[in-house]
């Protein structure tokens, strides 16, 4: 598999704070990969930098061989690079498929109309809203107003998806259907970089995680093995 993100020596200052010192990894295409790490340990910053919401201090970030350091966030986005935040960013007073139809305009060859209708329907079936395009997001349960969300990510085509704790705050239940739409995303061949901290999600739906601690990588592995390993084992117990 080649890589699809390339991060190669990416620093992070917050003045006197290194949050993200010297890191290094891949994202092969079509992988789900985890950013993994106790909390402060960079992960966020990382995201963020992918994205183009912070810049990095020094290092280098490629798309598919592309130099993507430093670009605004749009810009990143425009070359394939989708996000969902740990809020759910949904317009509440939209109803579901005008959402994604408001998502679908800003795409590249900005979809319109009865196109951009028909568009909205196929993605909402495929995060599990079939024929739901007329309730009013607002009254959707948590897991559903996150299909919305995943919809609307999804309605960019984006090359590399980026979850950041996507998982989170959901009950036991939603978590299986959140593991499950994940793992559908995969199974289409999507690339993907989550954030996320409900080990049973990594475990089902990561064959490779990165480990930060304190700004730097201690892991870079195969899941099984990077979990097991007692330099990660102490970083998330804090000793
Ligand atoms: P994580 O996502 O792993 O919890 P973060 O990337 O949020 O970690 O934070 C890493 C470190 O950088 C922390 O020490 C945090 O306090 C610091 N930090 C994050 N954002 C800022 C900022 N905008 N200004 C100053 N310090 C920041």
């Not at 996320?196 to 480990?211: D, G, K, N, P, T």
Request: aromatic share 4%.
């Amino acid at each position: 598999m080649s890589a699809l993100l390339e991060v190669r020596n990416v620093t992070k200052r917050f003045g006197g704070l290194t949050a993200v010192n010297d890191l290094s990894f891949d994202v092969s295409e079509g992988e789900v990969l985890a950013l993994l790490g106790p909390n402060g340990s960079g992960k966020t910053t990382m995201m963020n930098m992918i994205s183009g919401a912070l810049k990095s201090s020094s290092g280098d970030i490629n798309l598919a061989g592309a130099p993507i350091t430093g670009l605004p966030p749009h810009r990143i986005a425009a070359k394939g690079v989708a996000r969902t935040f740990q809020l759910v960013k949904i317009l509440p007073s939209l109803d579901v498929r005008e959402n994604v139809v408001a998502a679908l305009a800003f795409r590249h060859d900005a979809l319109w109309g009865k196109t951009a209708q028909d568009e909205a329907d196929r993605l909402l079936a495929h995060a599990g809203l079939e024929s739901r395009g007329s309730e009013m997001v607002e009254n959707l349960t948590y897991i559903d107003q996150k299909r919305v969300e995943l919809a609307r990510a999804l309605a960019a085509q984006p090359r590399l998806l980026l979850l950041d704790e996507w998982l989170a705050g959901l009950n036991p239940t939603e978590l299986h259907i959140g593991i499950e739409l994940i793992a559908m995303l995969r199974k289409s061949g999507m690339t993907i970089l989550l954030v996320e901290h409900v080990m049973e999600a990594v475990r089902a739906l990561c064959s490779r995680c990165v480990v930060m601690n304190a700004g730097s990588k201690i892991a870079d592995g195969e899941t099984h093995a990077v979990l097991a390993d007692p330099e990660v084992i102490r970083a998330y117990l804090g000793e």
